[in-house]
């Protein structure tokens, strides 16, 4: 609904609706990146070159093909494409998967909700969870970055990915049973150093 | 069946949640402002010298959008909006690339590559700019040549209005093209801004208007048989003994000289 409104300014006028597109989807499009990448950086980067290719975009576009934008899959799909252009150029990127060594790293929430000592622990957790998805293959990496944390249902996926929804069922099955493997192994292996780190102590 | 069957299809929803989590994240603050300066939605600004004194000038990802006379910067920013309606950013200094090629034209270079953001102007307009900054330093040339020049020779008015609203005086030389007559005619920045212009890039501002007094439009020369504006560097280097004043093209032709091919007094046949 909100979507429609927004596609009916930029119908109107690019020049000063354009900022409100920016502003609605900068925080979505930024998740949507730093989860593929696993990078802030990368991440900053390919939001603002998804924004920038949008405009130029839309400004060739006749208001009427403007008005029938759903911006949603539009700007995931070019965000997406930014994504693999720089896959392409930098083939080796490499995440280390313990990103959680910095306090400076994590993404500590904001809220005064949450005890600190929660936060610190989701942060943690996010952190690693960050790298176990960044180090996913790309395929199904994209699929659960697009199921899962940025919520689009399988018809927007198959307009953003251009695959049948069948095997984008299947890329986000796989992926996040890949997923559960490693995290689970990961748990295992962190269950057993605190047993291993508590025995030490009692001695 | 496979063993990874084996486990329940569905994830379980604490681990879904911990993915949904990932997304709830705050895009840096820095993405705004760089997204919109780069598609030119937002100008960035900055105090700038200028021979006309201190001014102010905004550019944006297109290349230059403005060069402006103001009071104070609360100033150039109401004149800017007023005319553009974009947002405006205040810089400390130009980026040092664009500081350069500023520099080094409004201190007499040639040729500077330097982007301008035109859009907001008519194709007319732009072409009469455009033409505007084929003039070289220290030449002039009338109205109605820029008229001739962009396929529209009746449009003499539409080409002074047109630069009077020339967005960047100085970094387009609208104060090169001047009246038939002589005179030095209207400026965005005050006729007397406009002789002291032209004067500082090497015009003799006082012969030209002399010159155009006493009936003069052209010069040619005797031995080559070309005539030219009398601010074409080729009509400069005639010395006094070859030099021949004419009144009109037709009296220049009639003579049976040539239209030079440089500064285009009348289109060659």
């Not at chain 2, 009246?179 to 004067?199: F, H, I, M, N, T």
Request: aromatic share 6%; with cysteine; net charge positive.
């Amino acid at each position: 609904m909100h979507d429609q409104k927004m596609s009916a300014a930029l119908a109107a006028d690019l020049d000063s609706s354009f900022e409100q597109v920016v502003l609605a989807y900068q925080h979505r499009l930024y998740a949507f990146a730093l989860r593929l990448t696993g990078n802030p950086q990368d991440a900053e980067e390919i939001t603002q070159d998804a924004f920038v290719r949008a405009y130029r975009a839309l400004r060739t576009y006749p208001a009427s093909r403007r008005h029938a934008l759903a911006l949603r899959p539009w700007l995931h799909q070019i965000a997406l494409n930014v994504f693999r252009n720089r896959l392409r150029r930098r083939p080796l990127h490499l995440v280390p998967l313990d990103q959680g060594d910095e306090a400076g790293d994590l993404e500590l929430e904001g809220d005064k909700e949450v005890q600190p000592d929660v936060a610190l622990e989701r942060a943690e957790l996010n952190a690693s969870l960050n790298a176990l998805v960044a180090a996913l293959p790309p395929r199904y990496r994209v699929a659960v970055v697009l199921r899962y944390v940025q919520g689009l249902g399988y018809r927007e996926m198959a307009a953003v990915l251009k695959q049948p929804i069948g095997t984008i069922k299947a890329n986000v099955h796989r992926g996040i049973h890949l997923l559960r493997e490693v995290a689970d192994a990961q748990e295992q292996i962190t269950c057993s150093h605190a047993q291993l780190n508590a025995r030490r102590r009692i001695r | 069946m496979d063993s990874s069957y084996a486990r329940p299809l569905k994830p379980s929803g604490e681990f879904l949640r911990q993915l949904r989590r990932l997304g709830d994240v705050a895009a840096p603050a820095s993405i705004l402002p760089t997204v919109l300066e780069r598609v030119g939605l937002v100008d960035s600004y900055t105090a700038l010298d200028t021979p006309i004194g201190p001014a102010f000038m905004a550019y944006n990802d297109h290349g230059v959008s403005a060069l402006m006379r103001a009071l104070s910067a609360a100033d150039f920013e109401r004149q800017f909006r007023r005319r553009f309606g974009r947002p405006l950013r205040q810089v400390p200094e130009l980026p040092t690339r664009l500081r350069h090629m500023v520099q080094r034209l409004l201190s007499g270079a040639r040729h500077a590559a330097l982007h301008l953001d035109l859009r907001r102007m008519s194709e007319f307009e732009r072409a009469v700019l455009l033409k505007a900054l084929q003039i070289p330093r220290g030449e002039v040339r009338p109205y109605a040549w820029v008229a001739r020049e962009i396929g529209s020779p009746k449009a003499v008015r539409a080409v002074g209005s047109a630069l009077g609203k020339n967005p960047m005086p100085l970094l387009i030389p609208c104060h090169r093209v001047v009246r038939s007559d002589g005179q030095a005619g209207a400026y965005a920045l005050g006729p007397e801004a406009k002789r002291a212009v032209l004067a500082a890039e090497g015009v003799d501002v006082e012969e030209m208007e002399e010159l155009a007094r006493s009936g003069t439009r052209y010069y040619g020369s005797d031995s080559t048989r070309v005539y030219c504006f009398p601010t074409c560097r080729h009509a400069r280097r005639i010395t006094a003994r070859h030099r021949v004043p004419f009144s009109s093209v037709e009296a220049a032709a009639a003579a049976g000289y040539r239209p030079c091919l440089v500064c285009r007094p009348a289109r060659a046949s």
